[in-house]
């Protein structure tokens, strides 16, 4: 139990177009959906925590106008990078929190590639 | 401010023990993670600790201590596939997850 989908795993685009990457919890519910940004050699860096019905929270220094997050339901977040540029590509990761578990642990999607041209 | 302070990499022998340390400074706490990461790959979790003591799940282990704001992951009977960097992370008192920079764990035959 507890897996955490993205879509795509992997993406190219030329710079200046949006890309939307989906994150789906298949088989529990999630209110809190977070994304997160590594980039080569580094740690995690949180993004964004985007709850079900309600607007993302946006960590310093996160543009909310070019990463538009939407949770519409308990099982589906997206993250759009809009107008994307070489200095987006990153591996984006979402996870998601189990309402279910006590551990409060996050699941990790299996993390999606973007490299902007 | 809020810190998570773990070494940067360390190399063992295929076979051997390590443990990777962690210390942390949060406001407020509610459980510390670890999780392992390998190259190119999202995060898998590994184990949870909230009060204090071991935690034993096969050839990991977790401990840690409240009071001294420490926890150290034990990995025994190292193989190659272990090779990975393994991530500490702090739940805080918003119930925020604090990570930590990672430990770049390198295997050697």
């Known amino acids: 139990g507890a897996v955490v989908s993205q879509h795509p795993s992997w993406v190219i685009c030329k710079s200046g177009t949006s890309v939307k990457i989906e994150c789906r919890s298949l088989d529990f519910q999630a209110t809190t959906m977070f994304w997160y940004r590594q980039f080569p050699k580094q740690s995690l860096m949180l993004m964004a925590t985007s709850n079900e019905g309600s607007k993302a929270t946006y960590e310093q220094g996160v543009e909310k106008d070019k990463f538009l997050i939407n949770h519409a339901s308990l099982t589906l977040s997206t993250l759009t990078v809009t107008s994307a540029h070489p200095e987006d590509s990153s591996f984006y990761i979402c996870?998601?929190?189990?309402?279910?578990?006590?551990?409060?642990?996050?699941?990790f999607g299996p993390g999606t590639r973007l490299t902007v041209l | 401010g809020q810190n998570i302070d773990q070494p940067t990499e360390m190399t063992a022998t295929e076979g051997a023990i390590v443990q990777i340390n962690c210390t942390y400074q949060t406001s407020g706490f509610n459980g510390l993670f670890w999780y392992q990461q390998h190259a190119g790959e999202a995060p898998t979790f590994l184990s949870y600790n909230v009060l204090d003591g071991l935690e034993e799940k096969g050839r990991f282990s977790s401990f840690l201590s409240r009071s001294k704001g420490y926890s150290y992951l034990l990995l025994k009977e190292l193989q190659m596939k272990d090779s990975a960097s393994y991530l500490c992370a702090v739940v805080d008192s918003n119930y925020q997850l604090i990570w930590g920079a990672g430990t770049k764990l390198i295997i050697k035959p």
């Open positions: 996870s998601a929190r189990n309402l279910a578990s006590s551990y409060n642990e996050q699941f």
